[in-house]
């Protein structure tokens, strides 16, 4: 069963096992002069007959300025849901927010909550602590939430911050996290060096998302991340998309890719998915065993590392790397093969070029359209994992 509640901009949605629905529009908006009404005592009894099978709750926001009536609505149906949700059922959360904020109980007065429940800390906490797969953008359970622990899914998107020792603590209370997305700045050096690496042993896929700001500071966001995190020895996807559209400068000087570095050398990263990253070039002559995918890669805006990020000890190991594609990539092809240290067995590229490719590798794929690994990758990773077959 799907539970819609909309009408301009707010949804909420809910899946709900063995149920004989199929479908349920329920109208949030207010018409003309009419008052938000629609969570009326029929509906109320609806919600609260499929509460307890409650599977999966997202919630989408609109802006704050659609009032405090319809706000009201959706805080007394969302805390209907959670007061006696199953937790033997209740596994996923996602919640989406063009304003920047938190999900706080009743009695909890901050000038930073947007979605105030009607329910106590407890009941709150209560409802949280079985939630697995946790989606958010935005809008965010407190800091302190049983919402973060146990997870094995956690994607943190937006642009609202976290300071370092938050999310070091949200990372550690779920040390089973196979999925981990991070889309929001990070506030950093408010702990010591010593207390930040998180073990996550079982971690598949990773990805980095920078939005609103410069590429140096997209990678410093990188260099920052890679250092707190240790993964374990299974095989690692990960996503590096530098996605700020008005912000694309020609980079002059290098800058480090030290953690960054350490972090492929400890990890066991079979895949990269890059998208507009000055360093894509770089990161693909290390040893990721598997398959390198860029994406809007411009050879313009790629850069060097400083001399002390140089391996003087001696190149990385020279192992073949099996795929290379490229998409939508302004790369001479001069210019990759000098740039890119090692053997490529496949190189597969979304755009017609024939010259020179048989000085690059000894098998050229052409293709009409663009390789599923990378369109599932542009238009599915960030809302469905499951596309990378997880």
């Not at 594609?325 to 890119?340: A, E, H, K, T, V």
Request: aromatic share 8%; proline share 6%.
């Amino acid at each position: 069963m799907s539970i819609v509640g909309s009408q301009r901009c707010s949804r909420i949605y809910l899946i709900v096992l063995n149920s004989i629905f199929t479908g349920l529009l329920i109208p949030r908006c207010s018409m003309g002069n009419k008052k938000y009404e629609w969570y009326s005592d029929s509906a109320r009894s609806l919600f609260e007959s499929v509460k307890g099978r409650m599977q999966s709750l997202q919630i989408s926001l609109a802006h704050l300025d659609y009032g405090p009536a319809a706000r009201g609505g959706q805080e007394r149906l969302v805390s209907a849901l959670l007061l006696n949700c199953n937790r033997d059922t209740f596994t996923r959360l996602v919640v989406s927010s063009p304003d920047c904020g938190f999900i706080t109980p009743s009695n909890r007065r901050s000038t930073h909550s947007i979605l105030r429940l009607d329910l106590t800390p407890e009941q709150l906490d209560n409802a949280f602590a079985s939630i697995r797969v946790l989606h958010l953008r935005n809008l965010f359970p407190e800091w302190t939430s049983t919402a973060y622990h146990n997870l094995v899914d956690l994607r943190l998107m937006g642009s609202c911050k976290i300071n370092e020792s938050v999310l070091v603590t949200i990372l550690k209370m779920s040390p089973c996290l196979r999925i981990f997305h991070l889309g929001i700045p990070i506030n950093r050096w408010d702990i010591p060096a010593m207390d930040s690496t998180v073990e996550l042993i079982d971690l598949e896929i990773l990805r980095v998302v920078g939005d609103g700001m410069s590429i140096p500071m997209f990678q410093e966001k990188v260099e920052h991340l890679l250092s707190l995190i240790s993964p374990g020895k299974k095989a690692l996807r990960l996503f590096l998309e530098y996605q700020t559209r008005w912000h694309l400068e020609v980079l002059r000087d290098p800058f480090p890719v030290k953690h960054t570095r350490a972090f492929i050398q400890r990890a066991n990263v079979v895949e990269l998915h890059a998208e507009r990253y000055p360093l894509a070039i770089v990161l693909a002559s290390w040893p990721i065993t598997r398959h390198v995918v860029l994406h809007q890669c411009n050879m313009r805006n790629m850069t060097t590392l400083p001399d002390n990020d140089i391996n003087h000890d001696g190149p990385f190991p020279q192992s073949p790397l099996k795929t290379l594609y490229l998409s939508n990539c302004s790369i001479p092809l001069d210019d990759l093969r000098s740039s890119l240290q090692r053997p490529v067995e496949r190189l597969v590229l979304g755009e017609q070029i024939i010259t020179e490719l048989s000085a690059v590798c000894p098998m050229v794929v052409f293709v009409d359209e663009m390789p599923v690994c990378v369109s599932s990758w542009i238009n599915g990773v960030a809302k469905d994992f499951s596309v990378l077959g997880v």
